[in-house]
């Protein structure tokens, strides 16, 4: 029986067969392209440029990696100028003793650290089930474009990472999922992994602050605020239910705007990927006032407005959350260097 598990995170849709507990998955051994013994080691969080930091999946095209090195060197390279509101906002979001551009950039290094393309058929997944030494390979569901046309991107090491929680339910033999980047396995142990998917709307010119340059500093803001946006979905544990600081349907209570009420783009936490993401642009604004257009300016305090409306206003029954950031521990990984493999039915 195929299980198809469906996690909205950012309109991030992608599909994992297995099979029941009452059936096995295995289809026909195969020999994987890339062997097992390739796996990546994990990232060292170094000192090094944000803008240098990040891998990227080799079919993300140059001109999109080229563009995001630019908007992450903002950080690398920003002033720190910003109201004492704002920095204590900040400070109290992200759980940082100062901010700085180094804090944030090692804040944000420990949440994302892959980016790739938008078309997630692309890449192959393994499904580790150390008691019996064996890898169960099958292809990354595609996902339907038109529907999340205006999505910038999708935090997918979480949505691995919760899909695996939810199959071993059924199947306790399943130890993890590991995903082929480039030349390199890379096991999915926690949310933590960092795997960040592109969305369609994060470099279509129709969804720019500016939309004749893609290279200007408005559309580096609010490239920033949706990449800030997926790191805290990196975040929680299950032992406080907030793994992947998930959203929530937006209710129908007259505080959130009305085309939102009705599906998954709101916080019920004040410390949610939303807040987090507003307060980098709040911040991050200061620079676009010496270096941008009144009407970009405008814009981007629009968007400010948005994200800060996705947070629902709580009641006395139903208080506004604040969520546990602690990461997940995660699973334990194994040596699949000398596993079979084979196709997952």
């Known amino acids: 029986m195929n299980v198809r598990s469906i996690l909205a995170l950012g309109a991030l849709l992608f599909s994992v067969s297995c099979g029941s507990s009452s059936e096995s998955p295995q289809g ?18 170094t000192s090094s440029p944000l803008a240098d930091f990040l ?30 509101t704002e920095s204590q906002s900040l400070k109290g979001l992200l759980k940082l003793s100062a901010v700085t551009p180094n804090n944030l950039s090692l ?22 089930f150390a008691s019996e030494n064996e890898v169960g390979l099958q292809e990354l569901g595609s996902t339907d474009t038109q529907d999340e046309a205006n999505t910038g991107g999708g935090n997918i090491g979480t949505a ?6 939810e199959e071993q ?13 480039n030349d390199k396995w890379v096991p999915v142990l926690s949310p933590r992994v960092g795997l960040m998917r592109i969305g369609p709307a994060l470099f ?24 800030f946006h997926e790191a805290r979905h990196s975040d929680g544990n299950q032992k406080t239910s907030s793994v ?48 941008c257009s009144i009407t970009e300016q405008e814009v981007l305090k629009s968007i400010y407005l948005d994200r800060i409306s996705r947070v629902t206003t709580g009641s006395a029954t139903n208080p506004l959350k604040l969520l546990d950031p602690a990461p997940e521990t995660g699973f334990n990984a194994v040596n699949i260097g000398d596993f079979q493999a084979f196709n997952l039915r």
């Not at 026909?28 to 060292?44: G, H, Q």
């Not at 140059?62 to 950080?75: R, Y």
């Not at 691995?160 to 929680?165: D, E, G, K």
């Open 169 to 181: 339910r059924s199947r306790s033999n399943l130890s993890y999922l590991i995903i082929r980047i």
């Open 244 to 291: 992947g600081f998930p959203h929530v349907i937006c209710p129908s209570d007259g505080t959130i705007p009305d085309n939102l009420v009705g599906i998954p783009a709101c916080d019920d936490s004040s410390n949610g990927a939303y807040s987090v993401g507003a307060a980098i642009l709040k911040s991050l604004l200061h620079i676009c006032e010496r270096r």
């Open 204 to 227: 279509d010119p129709d969804y720019q602050v500016n939309h004749t340059n893609i290279h200007a500093l408005s559309n580096s803001l609010q490239r920033l605020e949706v990449l």
């Open 107 to 128: 804040w944000f290094k420990e949440r994302i650290k892959y980016i790739l393309q938008a078309d997630l058929s692309k890449y192959q997944l393994g499904l580790v």
């Open 160 to 165: 691995i990472y919760l899909t695996t929680l």
């Open 55 to 84: 891998i990227y999946s080799n079919d993300v095209p140059a001109s999109q990696v080229a563009i995001l090195k630019q908007d992450l060197a903002v950080i690398d390279t920003w002033d720190g100028l910003m109201t004492a």
């Open 28 to 45: 026909d051994a195969t020999t994987p392209t890339l062997p097992f013994t390739e796996v990546a080691s994990p990232i060292s969080l």
